[in-house]
C-alpha cells in the first residue's frame, strides 16, 4: 500500500499563490503517474494536473492552465503543484493521487482557501 501525505495548504489573498506538496511512503511508486485533484463544498472531485512517472509529460484541466505547474521530485516519491494568480474559485480541499493505469491511492487532502 502507497500512502500519499499532502501539505501546503492554506488561506491566501486572491492572485496569491500556494505551493503544495505530496511525499509518497509504504510500496515503491513503480512506474507510476501522480496527480491533482479537487473538491469544492458541494460539488465532485475534479482533475487539475498529473504528471508521468518520468516527469516528462503533464496535463491540466483548463480551468488552470497557464496558472498552475505540476512537478516531479528527482526521487520520483514526491509532486508539488505551484499554484499562481489563484482565483476564489480554486477554493476546494485539494488531493494527490497515484497509480499506474488508474489513480488507485489518495490522500487525505490539503484545504486551500482564497479569499476575494
Known amino acids: 500500500q502507497v500512502q500519499l501525505v499532502e501539505s501546503g495548504g492554506g488561506l491566501v489573498q486572491a492572485g496569491g499563490s500556494l505551493r503544495l506538496s505530496c511525499t509518497a511512503s509504504?510500496?515503491?511508486?513503480?512506474?507510476?503517474?501522480m496527480g491533482w485533484f479537487r473538491q469544492a463544498p458541494g460539488k465532485g472531485r475534479q482533475f487539475v494536473a498529473g504528471i508521468n512517472w518520468t516527469g516528462t509529460s503533464t496535463s491540466y484541466a483548463d480551468s488552470v492552465k497557464g496558472r498552475f505547474t505540476i512537478s516531479r521530485g528527482n526521487a520520483k516519491n514526491t509532486v508539488y503543484l505551484q499554484m499562481n494568480s489563484l482565483k476564489p474559485e480554486d477554493t476546494a480541499v485539494y488531493y494527490c493521487?497515484?497509480?499506474?493505469?488508474?489513480?488507485?491511492?489518495w490522500g487525505q487532502g490539503t484545504q486551500v482557501t482564497v479569499s476575494s
Open positions: 493521487a497515484s497509480g499506474r493505469n488508474s489513480y488507485d491511492n
Open positions: 509504504g510500496r515503491t511508486l513503480n512506474m507510476a503517474s
